[in-house]
């Protein structure tokens, strides 16, 4: 029974030569065989099963991985085969764990293990203990994401200028005594309009940042 994990790739368990037309009627562009030849007596050969993929027009490769031991090179060779095949892509082996476990660990360096477990469980397959390299291989991807990102930095110049303007600096002056004396003392007309026009006048304000 084909189990879908994205719209690019589908497992299955073992398959039969005469799988293949079946598989081109819906859609499979290529099959992906993760099954050590010779595991049980009544599996195919690889190579009676890429005959049969020739015949249906479709791509085949062999990547065999021993049950239960799926290593990191297993991975990044299940993942170079993958990446080059026009899909949508159907991978088997004996139940499809295999398969699914090699497509979890290739894309985990990208997707939480957390929805990599919960695509696994719907299709049917436990992949809980493989939990701990999920999320080794997540934090690893997110650390090269991180350092592939170049924040640039200002660079420091020291050419800036600053152009500063001062407006009725004269206000700020404490009066001399004897400009007091003068306007305390002028009693003519003209002097008590100048001193109420000097005091009431509005004072421009500074223009300094807001």
């Not at 004396?181 to 109420?196: C, D, E, I």
Request: glycine letters at 6%; proline letters at 9%.
């Amino acid at each position: 029974m084909i189990k879908r994990l994205t719209p690019f790739l589908s497992v299955s368990p073992q398959i039969e030569e005469r799988d293949f037309a079946i598989f081109a009627s819906e859609g499979f562009k290529a099959v992906v065989s993760n099954r050590p030849d010779g595991e049980s007596e009544d599996q195919p050969p690889s190579s009676a099963l890429a005959v049969a993929a020739k015949r249906s027009g479709q791509e085949f490769r062999h990547v065999p991985v021993v049950s239960g031991k799926v290593t990191d090179e297993d991975v990044a060779d299940f993942a170079a085969i993958v990446s080059g095949l026009k899909g949508p892509v159907l991978a088997f082996c004996r139940t499809g764990t295999r398969s699914t476990t090699l497509w979890a660990l290739a894309e985990a360096h990208h997707l939480a293990p957390y929805a990599i477990i919960a695509t696994a469980s719907a299709a049917g397959y436990d992949l809980e203990s493989f939990r701990p390299r999920l999320e080794a291989r997540w934090r690893t991807g997110l650390v090269a994401a991180e350092v592939g990102k170049v924040v640039p930095m200002p660079t420091p110049t020291s050419t800036n200028r600053y152009d500063v303007v001062v407006v009725g600096g004269g206000a700020a002056r404490s009066p001399s005594p004897s400009s007091n004396q003068a306007t305390n003392t002028s009693t003519s007309p003209a002097g008590r309009s100048s001193a109420a026009a000097s005091s009431t006048a509005p004072r421009p304000s500074a223009p300094w940042p807001r």
